[in-house]
């Protein structure tokens, strides 16, 4: 799996609420993008938390269900202000990617057929729902663009087709340019397993 990613803190601010898991899992690849609630040192915090719970998760399993892992994550940041998150779960060779969300992260899977998958409101850690999961068609070559709301949510699917060549941390760094905002914190990655 090819990754490009950007992530930096709101403007004026060190600390970076926004974080991100990608973890190979067998034949598997995990990726997860995180936004603590709210800017700097809190939300940085319950972020980082959530990272290291997908972490141990993912050391102790030998497979990745991702309402598990969400319910993980939830009891794991009830003592902090929560996250938003999104989780993808690409299965290349079985052709299929599972998707879970809460909040309002941004997953689109662009290929032949444009993938966009729609969270769930709520706050992990704090108001959860219960969490869906849903199973999408994948082929090698497609990509998977993931965002918080620290990115403008109208990123336009042409331009990502017209940039579907470049590598994916050009692809990442020419959508930031475009479309990240100073007011928050922001994190956008792009990730996309090699046509065979």
Same mark, same amino acid.
């Given at each position: 799996?090819?990754?490009?990613?950007?992530?930096? $803190?709101?403007?004026?601010?060190?600390?970076?609420?926004?974080?991100?898991?990608? &973890?190979?899992?067998?034949?598997?690849?995990?990726?997860?993008?995180?936004?603590?609630?709210? !800017?700097?040192? !809190? @939300?940085? +915090?319950?972020?980082?938390? *959530?990272?290291?719970?997908?972490?141990?998760?993912?050391?102790?399993? &030998?497979?990745?269900?991702?309402?598990? #892992?969400?319910?993980?994550? !939830?009891?794991? #940041?009830?003592?902090?202000?929560?996250?938003?998150?999104?989780?993808?779960?690409?299965?290349? =060779? *079985?052709?299929?990617?599972?998707?879970?969300?809460?909040?309002?992260? @941004?997953?689109?899977?662009?290929?032949?057929?444009?993938?966009? =998958?729609? $969270?769930?409101?709520?706050?992990?850690?704090? +108001?959860? =729902?219960?969490?869906?999961?849903?199973?999408? $068609?994948?082929?090698?070559?497609?990509?998977?663009?993931?965002?918080?709301?620290?990115?403008?949510?109208?990123?336009?699917?042409?331009?990502?087709?017209?940039?579907?060549?470049? &590598?994916?941390?050009?692809? @990442? &760094?020419?959508?930031?340019?475009?479309?990240?905002?100073?007011?928050?914190?922001?994190? #956008?990655?792009?990730?996309?397993?090699?046509?065979?």
């Amino acid at each position: 799996m090819n990754v490009g990613v950007i992530s930096r $803190p709101k403007k004026g601010f060190s600390a970076n609420g926004d974080s991100y898991v990608i &973890e190979k899992i067998n034949q598997k690849i995990l990726i997860s993008v995180i936004d603590g609630i709210g !800017h700097g040192v !809190h @939300a940085d +915090n319950a972020a980082t938390k *959530c990272v290291n719970t997908i972490k141990k998760y993912i050391q102790s399993s &030998e497979d990745c269900n991702l309402i598990i #892992l969400f319910n993980r994550c !939830h009891e794991a #940041l009830k003592s902090t202000d929560g996250v938003v998150m999104a989780s993808v779960l690409v299965d290349a =060779p *079985c052709g299929t990617i599972r998707y879970a969300g809460i909040g309002n992260i @941004a997953t689109r899977i662009i290929g032949m057929k444009n993938i966009y =998958p729609i $969270p769930r409101g709520g706050i992990v850690g704090y +108001n959860m =729902p219960a969490v869906k999961e849903y199973t999408y $068609p994948y082929k090698r070559g497609d990509l998977i663009l993931m965002y918080t709301d620290g990115i403008i949510s109208r990123i336009n699917s042409d331009l990502c087709i017209r940039l579907q060549n470049l &590598e994916e941390q050009t692809i @990442a &760094e020419e959508l930031f340019k475009q479309y990240a905002r100073d007011d928050d914190d922001a994190t #956008l990655l792009v990730a996309r397993e090699e046509s065979t």
